[in-house]
């Protein structure tokens, strides 16, 4: 007869550690993230949650039939993994040896493939399943699409570069550009602007219309340059444009463009300077001498003499 403080029967045991593995699997197939667990050495998913299924695209059949780990990633993405791998357990896997987990929780952002092709941003987060010996077996990863996240970091990142005002790019896009412009054959040449009179704009008609001028003249400027020209505003009521140019004349080319349509387009009357990239210039060297004619150009503008009446007055400068 058996006592009142007998343990346990060996099937009453089995059940309860079906039960719980039961749990488990069901806590982990309904993860809120998408959890796919892989073979280290056979580089062969074998498990997917419902999550990961609709993160990827692949069912409970596809895992079954085989699904080999390296296709989840872009192809560039293969070898990065490799070394990520290598790097967390590859003396373990080569030399079967136990792995001393070390607390490690490194984040890796990668561009991983679902099943139709499409690739995508991931941020992943890993950990090993080790056999009896310690020996690491398998590796579970949560991964999590971080496309959107992504896409606004990029637009704030634009956004910093951005005058808020007039949409030109800003002095910060500059530096993110001198590079480029610093490559020993690189050619362009600089043009600056500067409104003439504007303050006495503000004083008059309030900042509303100065705003308002400020952004019809930027409108203007954008009408007549090329695509790949750069186009700041670097102060108040400077702005400064960055053109591709093969030689000197080419930007003088570009400046009479502009003075011409001036006369009919301009919102307001400006002074213009013109600088052309000597051999190893740099980017501050180039704007600077495009100040000086700006200045020299001013100065010429303001020692004419008046017009008399019925004469035609233009609405640009330059040097």
Not at 87 to 115: I, S
Not at 234 to 242: I, P, Q, R, Y
Request: glycine share 8%; proline share 3%; aromatic share 8%.
């Amino acid at each position: 007869m058996a006592g009142v403080n007998d343990g346990p029967t060996r099937d009453e045991l089995l059940r309860e550690n079906a039960d719980l593995r039961s749990q488990l699997d069901d806590f982990l197939f309904n993860l809120p993230d998408a959890l796919v667990e892989s073979d280290l050495l056979a580089e062969r998913v074998l498990f997917m949650n419902r999550m990961a299924q609709v993160l990827f695209g692949y069912t409970v059949a596809d895992v079954d039939q085989g699904i080999p780990g390296f296709i989840l990633f872009a192809d560039e993405e293969v070898p990065k993994v490799r070394a990520i791998l290598a790097d967390y357990v590859g003396p373990n896997l080569a030399h079967e040896l136990p792995y001393e987990r070390t607390g490690r929780q490194d984040l890796y952002e990668l561009r991983m493939r679902r099943k139709d092709g499409t690739l995508f941003v991931a941020e992943t987060q890993s950990s090993f399943v080790l056999d009896e010996k310690g020996v690491p077996r398998r590796m579970r990863s949560i991964i999590r699409d971080v496309t959107k996240r992504k896409e606004l970091e990029a637009r704030l990142e634009e956004m910093s570069h951005r005058d808020p005002l007039t949409g030109c790019y800003n002095r910060r896009h500059l530096e993110r550009q001198r590079d480029e412009l610093e490559r020993p054959t690189a050619r362009w040449a600089c043009l600056v602007f500067d409104l003439d009179q504007f303050k006495a704009i503000n004083d008059t008609y309030g900042h509303e219309e100065g705003d308002r001028v400020l952004q019809g003249f930027a409108h203007f400027l954008s009408r007549h340059h090329r695509t790949d020209d750069l186009l700041m505003r670097t102060g108040g009521d400077e702005f400064a444009l960055v053109v591709r140019a093969d030689s000197e004349a080419e930007a003088e080319a570009v400046s009479k463009r502009l003075l011409d349509a001036a006369t009919l387009d301009s919102p307001a009357a400006f002074s213009m300077g013109v600088a052309y990239r000597k051999a190893g210039e740099g980017v501050d060297a180039v704007l600077s001498r495009a100040d000086h004619t700006l200045y020299a150009a001013r100065g010429k503008r303001l020692r004419k003499p008046r017009l008399r009446s019925g004469e035609k007055k233009g609405r640009g400068g330059a040097a």
